[in-house]
């Protein structure tokens, strides 16, 4: 990482990496050593967290899904990670092929990911940009991505604001983003909370302090403020499982979703 930050430069495979230990989860295979030991204590701690994982990538997909049915064509996926069946272009382009999308990690090896895998995949734009940087990321996404931020677009932040330190000013950054959305846009998050069992977010944080993997489980009243200004979706901000169909239990890691609607 450079010094001052804990943003990556180039591959370290003996420091956990967020989206090597999400793709773990998830069952992929782009991962070493280092992200599948955190995973594995995750998984000693709370068994269900791979389920915590699923129930992330469904609420992604279900958000892709309502802005799309809505009319929303232009998708902004920050933090996208490394790309996993299925990806955000395959749901929203299903319902409306003419949807473009940028794909924005900023982590250079999640980048190399993505340009090798989606290089053929129509409409889709990998970028390397950090959210902590809004205004260069908006630039990236409409010169490299033909976002027109004049009409309606959803950014998708899922799995990524809890990775963000407050003193990197999280939500500085999302207030920016929501600056740059015109009414008929869309605002998804997915957020680590508090309510998550302490000795999950004990082992967690001792396993990834100082790396790219910290995590920062905030409140849902602190959570809340990434949507200010916004019309909430229903079921409003709630844990994973309650966005999405079927009677799935809650997990020990809960993960906080919610939409937000400019009007």
């Not at 995973?39 to 389920?51: C, F, I, N």
Request: hydrophobic share 40%; aromatic share 8%; charged share 20%.
């Amino acid at each position: 990482m450079s010094e001052g930050n804990r943003a990556p430069v180039g591959v370290d495979p003996f420091r956990p990496n967020p989206a090597r230990v999400y793709n773990y989860m998830l069952g992929g295979k782009d991962n070493y050593d280092a992200d599948r030991l955190v995973g594995d204590r995750m998984l000693q701690v709370a068994p269900d967290t791979k389920d915590t994982a699923w129930h992330s990538r469904r609420f992604l997909m279900e958000a892709v899904r309502i802005a799309a049915e809505s009319g929303i064509r232009q998708f902004v996926d920050i933090g996208a990670g490394i790309p996993f069946t299925p990806n955000v272009h395959e749901v929203a382009q299903e319902i409306e092929p003419s949807a473009i999308v940028a794909s924005i990690d900023f982590d250079p090896v999640v980048f190399a990911h993505s340009n090798a895998l989606l290089s053929s995949a129509p409409g889709v734009t990998p970028i390397l940009a950090d959210i902590r940087e809004p205004d260069k990321l908006l630039e990236l996404a409409q010169n490299e991505a033909g976002i027109d931020f004049s009409q309606p677009v959803i950014f998708l932040i899922v799995g990524v604001l809890h990775f963000v330190m407050d003193d990197e000013q999280p939500f500085e950054a999302v207030a920016r983003l929501r600056d740059a959305m015109v009414p008929g846009s869309l605002l998804a998050i997915q957020h680590a909370s508090t309510n998550t069992h302490p000795f999950f977010k004990n082992t967690s944080s001792n396993d990834t302090v100082g790396s790219p993997s910290q995590v920062d489980f905030r409140p849902p009243e602190v959570v809340e403020r990434f949507f200010e200004g916004l019309e909430m979706l229903p079921p409003g901000l709630a844990p994973a499982n309650e966005w999405l169909e079927g009677d799935l239990r809650a997990t020990k890691l809960v993960v906080l979703c919610g939409i937000g609607r400019k009007n």
